[in-house]
């Protein structure tokens, strides 16, 4: 099914959402969400409606016995990017809100869902659990009440991000002195549980950055002054990306906790040059006050 749904994410970026075989018809999109485990993004081809200015998603996962990951993902996190065709052939791209429908309003909409498309119904009838129907709503953020929530959210998470990144550094360098010093009966057993919390972090890490990018345009096109600075972070994003990956394969390889600890003080350098210049460019622009037309 991986190499399946990639195939159709590919035919559909490549042809303005529009794709063949058992889709060819369909009204598809594609919906990133964040890995509730990993915090890595996952891209979905999902069947949706229009239902006044939301869009609506059903985790049918073809009647099967379990919820699809989407969903377990966006329960988790609700913040998804979607990719829908245009008129013009081309792939829109913006962020939204994930909102679970319940009750009436969730029975109400399958009902309709299953009486424009029978298989619907079908999934439904094959499964035990009751298929859930996820609302997509759009991120505005001409609103400057928005521009502000994501200014105090950014500097939020980063003050977590932080204190979690010197928990870690403490950690390891606690676990480090003990290796050097005389054996210790419990040192692998603290190294197990530093590169759990170490791979808890990347994970957030990952979510975080994920979440930031999908954002970046919009902030872009509200914000065309931030451009160049913009795809900076974009840029940054991608050598953090690398260097976690390097602190992960050095996780999986059993390296020693002075090792790790070099590792993450690299990455702990990175991070603070690119979370100061987030700072410093974006709120300023998200908490000014702008001028009202006509005044």
Known sequence: MPDFNQQVIEEFRANGGRVGGMFEGAALLLLTTTGARSGRPHTTPAVYIHDGARLLVFASNAGGPKHPAWFHNLSADPHVTVEI???????????????????????????????????????????????????????????????????????????????????????????????????????????????????????????????????????????????DALNRMREEHKVVARTVEELEALLTSGAAPATLRAEVDRLATRLEEHFTYEEAQLLPALTRTRAVPGT
């Open 85 to 227: 065709g245009t008129p013009a052939g081309t792939v829109e791209r913006f962020v939204a809100t994930a909102v679970v429908t319940e009750g009436e309003e969730r029975d109400r909409l399958y009902a309709e869902q299953a009486s424009r498309d029978p298989g619907f119904a079908a999934y439904q009838a094959a499964t035990d659990r009751i298929i859930p129907v996820v609302a997509l709503h759009r991120l505005d953020l001409g609103d400057p009440e928005r521009h502000r929530a994501i200014a105090a959210h950014l500097v939020k998470v980063h003050a977590e991000l932080r204190a979690e990144l010197t928990a870690l550094r403490e950690g390891l360098g606690s676990a480090a002195t003990e290796a050097e010093g005389p054996a210790v009966r419990d040192t692998p057993t603290l190294g197990r549980q530093l590169a759990r919390h170490c791979l808890t972090f990347c994970g957030a890490l990952h979510a975080h950055h994920h979440n930031e990018d999908s954002v970046f345009d919009l902030l872009e096109r509200e914000f065309p002054e931030l451009s």
